[in-house]
């Protein structure tokens, strides 16, 4: 099983931009994983926010024109780049093995706090 590990989160105004990653403890490629993010703020349900596969990319509606989801070359990062944030971004952020995106998560690390506020 992999182990994944969030970085990146932290305190951005509005408007302003974070770049989370996700990577696989001991440096395993995540080349052939399907990987999602999702976030999980108090009193609310968890969202699903993106996901990259061997199919492509998806995104949250909400999230949608201001969140990019890749891969680096060497196929051992996941990076979610979030554009335009808004207060309502608050939350933890955790990325995921998926067997398929829109399916359960599996397994996630720890997260990574990301808070919108001026």
């Known amino acids: 099983q992999v182990q994944l590990v969030e970085s990146g989160g932290g305190l951005v105004q509005p408007g302003g931009s974070l770049r989370l990653s996700c990577a696989a403890a001991?440096?395993?490629?995540?080349?052939?994983?399907?990987i999602g993010w999702f976030r999980q703020a108090p009193g609310k349900e968890r969202e699903g926010v993106s996901c990259i596969s061997g199919d492509g990319k998806n995104y949250a509606d909400s999230v949608k024109g201001r969140f990019i989801i890749s891969r680096d070359n060497a196929k051992t990062t996941v990076t979610l780049q979030m554009n335009s944030l808004k207060p309502e971004d608050t939350a933890v952020y955790y990325c995921a093995t998926q067997y398929r995106c829109g399916g359960p998560f599996v397994q996630w690390g720890q997260g990574t706090q990301v808070t919108v506020s001026s």
């Open positions: 001991s440096g395993f490629s995540l080349e052939y994983n399907t």
